[in-house]
């Protein structure tokens, strides 16, 4: 079975939680016995990946690109549709096309303008969606002041009607998370289910000795809601912690946001994710996030250090091992970091095999339903 995996940047190097969770379903799909494609933006990292070229997309890294986004996108589509849009990736597409495929998948509610170009040739499509768009951007407009709350508000529209097209046109519709299933499922004509993310290694030995940072946090700090939560972090709990402990932040992260918190130690993008965290002596998820999945706190759990979590995140994570902390305020996270100290591997191990098998049996279902 040939499968057309169609997605914004290319997955393989898993450098943010968007890419892992891109690249984990390619993975299961390849387990299930489909032969992959994967079209995106970037460097190919993968013999079965292809480039439509490249797109510097974030909004702060390229300003002038965001603002003819933005323009094209007036009364017409989302901004975070119309930016993923290139004459390149339909020439690479139309090309594809022209050979057989079983069916595509449509990566992110953003490049769901391909929608279109595979019903014209009558391909069916599963839809992997990363969160409940038009909720987030209604969560966002809710959290900021005008004029941005304007924006926000009405990129949730325009995503809504995207989704909705997506929803309602895919064989199968994927989250990441049963409170995503729960918002996109009044919109979906065919099945939509969560599916188990997994992380990007696999558990480590928490008896190996640690020689970096007293704590560690990972994630793509630019997106809007990683950031508030680590500003959150850095200046509620920060100071509650012992005052000799040394923190290092790994991933993106803007110079104001760095420039607010001295105190802590930005590294920038990390070459091995895994390694950093193994390296850690303990590891914070913080997160308010109220859909979707924070895809580092399953790189945590299998990095065999002592994790602690914001209770936002354990909520959408579903059943957690014993041994992950949940935090519901500053004081209560920095006792727990403090007393963090033990890792149940063998728990780890059994929720790490569970949810692999559970993402490879769902993967195997889907497949079956194309007949």
Request: overall charge neutral; some cysteine; aromatic content about 8%.
């Amino acid at each position: 079975m040939r499968l057309l995996f169609l997605t914004t940047t290319l997955p393989a190097g898993m450098c943010n939680g968007g890419e892992l969770w891109s690249q984990t379903i390619v993975n299961a799909l390849a387990g299930a016995g489909a032969r992959i494609t994967v079209l995106g933006y970037g460097d190919c990292r993968a013999p079965y990946e292809i480039s439509a070229g490249h797109r510097l997309v974030e909004t702060r890294g390229a300003p002038l690109f965001a603002a003819l986004a933005a323009f094209q996108a007036v009364g017409r589509s989302a901004f975070t549709v119309q930016k993923w849009k290139s004459a390149a990736y339909r020439r690479a597409l139309e090309g594809l096309l022209d050979e057989c495929w079983d069916a595509a998948v449509i990566d992110h509610a953003q490049m769901g303008w391909v929608q279109p170009l595979l019903e014209t040739r009558s391909i069916p499509f599963f839809y992997l969606a990363h969160h409940a768009e038009h909720h987030l951007y209604t969560t966002l407009a809710a959290a900021v002041r005008q004029p941005m709350r304007a924006v926000y508000r009405r990129e949730a529209r325009c995503l809504a009607a995207v989704e909705r097209r997506l929803l309602h046109g895919a064989v199968e519709s994927w989250c990441i998370s049963e409170r995503d299933v729960a918002l996109l499922r009044a919109c979906a004509d065919g099945r939509v289910r969560s599916l188990p993310a997994l992380g990007a290694a696999a558990l480590a030995d928490p008896d190996a000795p640690s020689f970096g940072p007293d704590l560690a946090l990972l994630g793509n700090w630019r997106w809007a809601p990683n950031r508030h939560a680590l500003d959150w972090f850095l200046r509620e709990v920060r100071p509650k912690l012992p005052a000799p402990w040394v923190v290092h932040v790994a991933g993106a992260a803007d110079a104001d946001l760095v420039d607010r918190h001295p105190g802590a130690v930005f590294l920038g993008p990390v070459p091995d994710a895994g390694a950093f965290l193994r390296a850690a002596r303990r590891i914070a998820v913080p997160s308010f996030a109220a859909q979707g999945l924070n895809l580092k706190l399953i790189d945590a759990i299998a990095s065999g250090r002592p994790v602690v979590a914001s209770a936002a995140a354990l909520a959408l994570a579903g059943e957690v091992p014993p041994d992950i902390a949940g935090a519901e305020s500053a004081e209560t996270f920095a006792t727990a970091l403090i007393d963090a100290e033990s890792v149940d591997r063998e728990a780890r191990r059994r929720w790490l095999e569970a949810r692999q098998a559970q993402l490879g049996a769902a993967m195997a279902d889907a497949l079956a339903r194309l007949g």
